[in-house]
């Protein structure tokens, strides 16, 4: 997954480069500038003496020391005056400028925090939102694994509003699946059909009841297994290319509109006949080709997958489908926000 939405503290990433928000002096006052400083050791403090002054929206690259991470890119971000003095430029440029550090020293993986949401005061959820925007525009053009680390649930402010309604969704497909179920139990009961009315429709129909059935194909009891091989429908691969050129896509545009890296997409070019996908990268694929539901589940079938009313991850995602909404990163802020796994691979 080129984009992953994590709650972890940035600290103890195990990736090629963790981001630094820190001042132009490059020195760890507090937040997460002063956990990097403390976890990565003295020898920082020396090597960022040396760098120092840091201005606002550049960044500059320091070995990791003492952290998992080989790198760690520091950048100095806005302080939040109400979003009226150019805070988002900066912003902005913090997060690319960083991400192009990443990719000239050769790193395949970074992590980042919310830049400028801790001390500096910009507020958390518009922090997020601008941060996948971001990062979405720059790995449409770059090879990159990123993750956004969210330190804790008070760190991510999901819509209320969004949260109750499919809250609200989840809850009354619940409720018709299971008066569905409970009017079938009772339709299919013969305690509830009086006897003599079942045979008087018996006696005055003169129809056979096996002639109303449909009749068998011919000849369907002597196909071999080998006969019902052939007659298989296309595999996920083959149905996924095809849903591709009738939507007049690039593989390239829809893999990174699924939030599917390159590897994983290579794997299913190469393997057409035998790829099995995970749900998460299934519906990824549907959602990046704004399929309908019904498509969705011939896309999922032809996987072996479905979209059930059993789940929590599908309920959602049967949501926004019926919403009409085909953002990859705003469906997975909805799964973030119910502990569900995310889409993409």
């Not at 600290?11 to 001042?23: E, F, P, Q, R």
């Not at 990565?40 to 606002?56: H, S, V, W």
């Not at 091989?229 to 290319?241: T, V």
Request: proline fraction near 3%.
């Amino acid at each position: 997954m080129p984009l992953k939405i994590i709650r972890q503290d940035i600290t103890k990433m195990k990736v090629d480069a963790i981001v630094n928000t820190t001042n132009e002096e490059m020195v760890g006052y507090s937040g997460v500038d002063l956990a990097v400083h403390n976890a990565a050791g003295p020898l920082l403090d020396i090597e960022c003496k040396k760098l120092a002054p840091l201005g606002l929206g550049s960044a500059k690259i320091t070995n990791g020391y003492n952290l998992d991470a080989k790198h760690i890119i520091h950048t100095s971000g806005p302080v939040w005056h109400g979003g009226l003095a150019g805070e988002s430029i900066i912003l902005k440029s913090c997060y690319t400028e960083s991400l192009k550090l990443a990719v000239e020293y050769g790193c395949e993986s970074v992590a980042f925090p919310l830049i400028s949401a801790g001390a500096y005061g910009y507020p958390k959820d518009k922090v997020l939102k601008f941060a996948i925007q971001v990062i979405t525009e720059f790995l449409f053009e770059h090879e990159l694994n990123v993750y956004l680390c969210v330190y804790d649930r008070k760190s991510y402010e999901f819509s209320k509003a969004v949260f109750n309604e499919i809250s609200e969704f989840i809850t009354d497909d619940y409720v018709e699946e299971k008066t569905a179920a409970f009017n079938a139990e009772i339709d299919s009961s013969e305690e509830f059909i009086p006897r003599k009315t079942l045979r008087f429709e018996r006696k005055c129909d003169s129809t056979p009841v096996c002639a109303s059935m449909p009749a068998p194909q011919s000849g369907a009891k002597n196909k071999s297994l080998e006969e019902y091989m052939k007659a298989m429908d296309k595999s996920f691969a083959y149905k996924l290319f095809d849903y591709i050129d009738a939507k007049g896509m690039t593989d390239v545009e829809c893999y990174k509109k699924a939030n599917v890296d390159k590897k994983t997409f290579s794997k299913i070019k190469c393997n057409p006949q035998t790829y099995k996908p995970s749900k998460q990268t299934a519906v990824a694929f549907a959602i990046a080709l704004e399929l309908t539901l019904d498509e969705t589940q011939d896309l999922l079938a032809s996987a072996g997958l479905t979209l059930s009313r059993s789940f929590t991850f599908d309920k959602i995602i049967r949501y926004f489908l019926q919403k009409g909404v085909y953002d990859v990163f705003v469906i997975n802020e909805a799964l973030f926000e119910f502990d569900q796994m995310l889409l993409g691979c």
